[in-house]
């Protein structure tokens, strides 16, 4: 019998809820729904799918006040943070709705002799989308819109400490999509390694790297898209605009740096290092953990966090406030953090931190900044801030991950596609590229006479 599973509030450190996680029994039955519900769904044409998707975008936002208390227990951030996310991930669930009724696939035509060929897109099938914690409901919007659009059903594993905004959005679907379509199934990681073992077609996992290595040494000649952390690189020019160093310790310090496209790394010149080191120092003494940003998620993250800041060398520490309410001072809170003087292999730098941190380095020419940004493992996102702009484009051409932002960062749409390279995973999140993530062609060519 699987043991129970104690939640934490992270605003707190206590035991908000207990859970049972799936087991062998559970998984099956999951995957089995979804199975049983994939020939409906996919042989629903793509209007009808869209509306239906619309249905339940109109539903979450019938009962936005719901997600948003159910995200907030799970992650501890802020209402006005949560609802902003809540009605984001309806929008890229709408921009799905939309996306499915254009006709992306090539163009059909006169390819052979006596003969008319077209192309059509088919689903892959029954997909595992397993989700993090770090945004809940929108990390799932990513993998549940494109899937479910394209005609696939899906079982939607949250992590083990947020399944509350799932399991909400599993009983919306099932009343505007249909039983199965949309199959939560909380759980632990033994729960996610016994779905990516189960009867699915395909894996769409975000979350760590060695997650994503156990996922693809799991999953076997199954399709499987992977994005597993950013660890992302800020190459701030010495003639950066005067918003650089708050907009990076903004950027860093939302959901207390939580997530894989945030700024961790900044790189500069050996001469204007001292200059950023300061000016980063004094924006993150302007930002208090309670008032400005929330905990960590959980005891797991807050113990692997300290141990990366421990374990530094970095020999420059500047450290922010934390400021909280009365009954949360055993919450995961985490004070932001600058550290400067470190070297290229420090463990503050070559691993994902994933809190409120930054780290600066320095090179003595571009070529050197550029290669130091380039140096971890990871490959997800970048930014180049500087008013040069012939430069910065240069720069950003030369960084190698899946998004680059110009004097801004951690902007992003449905519209436009998100993706890491290395280390960070492959496969693609958000805009209409997303699509052919679940799905496969079929060639379809016809003797005329």
């Given amino acids: 019998m699987n043991t129970w599973l104690e939640l934490t509030d992270p605003r707190t450190g206590l035991v908000r809820t207990r859970l049972r996680p799936g087991g062998p029994a559970e998984v099956a039955a999951a995957a089995g729904a979804a199975r049983s519900a994939l020939p409906g769904w996919a042989g629903l044409t793509a209007r009808e799918r869209s509306h239906r998707l619309l249905a339940l975008v109109a539903l979450v936002e019938q009962h936005v006040d719901a997600y948003v208390q159910a995200e907030v227990a799970g992650t501890g951030k802020s209402t006005v943070d949560a609802q902003a996310e809540v009605l984001n991930s309806a929008d890229v669930l709408r921009f799905y709705a939309g996306a499915v009724r254009a006709d992306l696939a090539p163009a059909a035509g006169h390819r052979l002799p006596g003969r008319e060929s077209w192309v059509r897109w088919e689903p892959l099938g029954v997909v595992a989308a397993i989700v993090p914690w770090n945004y809940p409901l929108l990390m799932a919007a990513w993998r549940?819109?494109?899937?479910?659009?394209?005609?696939?059903?899906?079982?939607?594993?949250?992590?083990?400490?947020?399944?509350?905004?799932?399991?909400?959005?599993?009983?919306?679907?099932?009343?505007?999509?249909?039983?199965?379509?949309?199959?939560?199934?909380?759980?632990?990681?033994?729960?996610?390694?016994?779905?990516?073992?189960?009867?699915?077609?395909?894996?769409?996992?975000?979350?760590?790297?060695?997650?994503?290595?156990?996922?693809?040494?799991?999953?076997?000649?199954?399709?499987?898209?992977?994005?597993?952390?950013?660890n992302c690189a800020a190459v701030v020019l010495p003639d950066a605009p005067e918003d650089t160093y708050d907009a990076l310790v903004g950027a860093c310090t939302y959901n207390a740096g939580q997530s894989c496209a945030a700024p961790a790394r900044v790189i500069t010149l050996r001469s204007h290092v001292d200059e950023t080191v300061e000016r980063l120092a004094a924006a993150m003494a302007a930002r208090r953990a309670g008032p400005d940003f929330g905990p960590l998620n959980n005891p797991d993250q807050a113990a692997r966090f300290d141990a990366i800041v421990a374990g530094s060398r970095a020999a420059v520490r500047r450290t922010g406030d934390v400021a909280v309410g009365d009954g949360e001072a055993g919450g995961f809170w985490r004070a932001g953090l600058i550290l400067a003087d470190l070297p290229p292999d420090d463990p503050a730098v070559t691993r994902e931190m994933f809190g409120p941190a930054l780290t600066v380095q320095a090179a003595d020419d571009l070529d050197g900044v550029v290669a130091l940004a380039n140096s971890v493992p990871q490959a997800l996102a970048a930014s180049v801030w500087g008013t040069a702009v012939g430069t910065s484009l240069r720069v950003a051409g030369q960084l190698d991950c899946g998004e680059v932002w110009v004097n801004c960062h951690l902007e992003q749409t449905a519209e436009l596609p998100h993706g890491g390279r290395r280390g960070s995973g492959h496969g693609t999140d958000l805009s209409v590229l997303a699509l052919t993530e679940y799905q496969r062609p079929k060639t379809v060519t016809v003797r005329l006479d």
Avoid at 211 to 220: E, F, H, K
């Fill in 144 to 230: 549940l819109g494109p899937a479910l659009a394209a005609g696939n059903t899906v079982v939607l594993k949250p992590a083990e400490t947020t399944p509350d905004t799932a399991q909400l959005l599993a009983g919306h679907a099932a009343d505007t999509l249909g039983p199965g379509v949309l199959v939560a199934l909380p759980g632990d990681r033994d729960t996610g390694r016994l779905l990516v073992g189960a009867d699915v077609d395909a894996v769409a996992f975000t979350g760590s790297q060695a997650g994503g290595l156990d996922v693809v040494a799991r999953a076997g000649l199954r399709r499987v898209s992977l994005e597993l952390g950013g």
